[in-house]
């Protein structure tokens, strides 16, 4: 069983225009592992949560990314010896070594999810509380939009940044029907409702 606890709420919006967004930060316990999922843009924001579970960022084993836009990835620079992995290499230095499944040496397991990026891949962890898909930006939502968690307006719901239209749809049908919980990039973690 992993734990799963969301450090920073993710969030986007636009302020005197300028855009402001840091994603969800999320902390799993599993194997003897901290694993960190999308380490956000905001220092802050993240040291401060690291530090309010007892961590610093020496204590993190490794990081995944959900996918390489720069607001998921720029705080990657705090951990700066760890090993970086997204949906199938681990980058250790110079050195990328592929993997599939699962995150090695852990129960986690690793969903492909193009579509918001073509590189976009999720996890899905199994908790006591159920299965948590750590969604990155397959789901996402702005600070300012209702975050309706109904089946028809999850699939519906616009992505102004979607690179494949069709194949976010066919990774948020797959999310919806693997998930207990969603944690999305930006917006609170929902619970998925029965079809």
């Known amino acids: 069983m992993s734990e799963v606890k969301i450090l920073v709420e993710g969030y986007a919006r636009e302020e005197n ?100 990026a073509h590189e976009h891949a999720s996890l899905l962890a ?13 789901f996402w939502w702005s600070d300012d939009e209702e975050q309706k968690t109904d089946y028809d307006s999850l699939m519906a719901h616009k992505d102004p940044f979607v690179k494949d239209p069709e194949a976010l749809r066919k990774s948020r049908k797959k999310l919806l029907e693997t998930a207990d919980y969603i944690i999305p990039g930006h917006g609170k973690m929902f619970k998925v409702a029965q079809q």
């Open 17 to 116: 225009g300028t855009e402001i967004a840091s994603p969800s930060v999320v902390l799993i316990k599993d194997s003897g592992l901290n694993i960190l999922v999308d380490p956000g843009a905001n220092k802050e924001l993240l040291l401060n949560a690291l530090s309010d579970e007892g961590l610093l960022p020496e204590d993190i084993d490794l990081i995944f990314i959900t996918h390489y836009h720069p607001d998921h990835i720029l705080n990657i620079r705090l951990f700066p010896d760890k090993d970086i992995l997204d949906g199938d290499t681990i980058y250790r230095g110079d050195k990328e070594i592929s993997f599939s499944g699962k995150i090695p040496d852990t129960n986690i397991m690793i969903i492909e999810t193009p579509g918001h």
């Open 126 to 138: 199994e908790t006591d509380k159920g299965k948590i898909a750590i969604a990155g930006d397959v």
